[in-house]
């Protein structure tokens, strides 16, 4: 019987066998990730069975390494992704507008993606936030500051999930993760109606449930300023 997906762990990688295996799996077709943790290298691999065997003995022939292979259920990956690497910035500013709220931007192919969330984000996986799509915005934004606008958080983000970005966002479902001052972990944009979207808190370690982190943490993380009321 054909195993669906394997979950490889390399221990002891030479440095060069990431970017080796990537461009593997893209010859064989085969989809799937590969993630560097804790000097392994870990890949998971689905499709074919037998271009996943092929990903396989390309693994267990690689100089110098020890692979344990494992099957894995299947997870549907639409890409042959690498996990664990910054995929650009994303930065929060608040926004004392004639409606308030918070403005959620992700850096994507050289542009700030846009949402504007009238509640701000939370860290509570059950609080589903509304966040309207709004225009991109350039880079040299995100650092500003004004008597109605204060940068509430930032940082870098991951790309997750099984399609390719941008792609996901264009399909209206796009996961990543954030590490920034305030909102880290896994987060999920899920599109509802046209330009409507919500904003989830995936439930992982940096998951808070009950908490209120727009309350906890209202000061700008470049100038400690809060916005007045
Ligand atoms: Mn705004």
Known sequence: ????????????????????????????????????????????AEGDPDTVGALEEFLRHALGTRVQTNPVALEGHEQFAVRGVTAGVFVVQEHRATAHHFDFRLEVGGVMRSWAVPKGPSLDPAVKRLAVEVEDHALSHNTFEGRRVIVWDRGTYEQG?????????????????????KLRGGFALQRTAERQWLLIKRRDEAARPGSDIVAERPESVLSRRRLVQ
């Not at 999930?161 to 001052?181: I, K, S, T």
Request: cysteine-free; glycine content about 10%; charged content about 25%.
């Open 161 to 181: 999930g099984r399609v390719p970005w941008p792609e996901a966002l264009d399909r209206g479902h796009a996961v990543f993760v954030l590490a920034g001052e």
């Open 1 to 44: 019987m054909a195993v669906p997906a394997i979950r490889a762990v390399v221990v002891d990688p030479a440095p060069e066998l990431r970017d080796a295996v990537v461009t593997r799996a893209r010859e064989l077709g085969v989809m799937g990730w590969v993630r560097q943790q804790d000097g392994a290298l870990l890949v998971h």
